[in-house]
Nanobody, 123 residues
């Protein structure tokens, strides 16, 4: 299985972007999914996660109230809607598939990673 992230770009502070992550095939609907981000010179940090059926989500404190994770299992796709973007949101964003149905905030819980998509927020 491969994950293909898309939707990144350059946006002004206060703007919005919607990231998509499409899986090439199953298993998808039985796995939790997550988004992480990595700024230059920094660790890859947790952003958001969603359980296999979408019933449970959680977010990093830094994005809570601004970002929304969702999924469409029929399309093998997970989304990250990002609103009220800030310059500190600038990073490469990675989607990942968890080992089980309930994803955690820990990188080791994810076994498949996408290639990343660049998000740049200008001030």
């Amino acid at each position: 299985v491969q994950l293909q992230a898309s939707g990144g770009g350059l946006v002004q502070a206060g703007g919005s972007l919607r990231l998509s992550c499409a899986a090439s095939g199953p298993p998808f609907s039985t796995k939790g999914m997550g988004w992480f981000r990595q700024a230059p010179g920094k660790e890859r940090d947790f952003v958001a996660r969603i359980s296999y059926a979408g019933g449970t989500t959680s977010y990093a404190d830094s994005v809570k109230g601004r970002f929304t994770i969702s999924r469409d299992n029929a399309k093998y796709t997970v989304y990250l809607q990002m609103n009220s973007l800030k310059p500190e949101d600038t990073a490469v964003y990675f989607c990942a598939r968890a080992r089980g149905p309930i994803a955690t905030e820990e990188r080791y819980d994810y076994s498949v990673w996408g290639q990343g998509t660049q998000v740049t927020v200008s001030s």
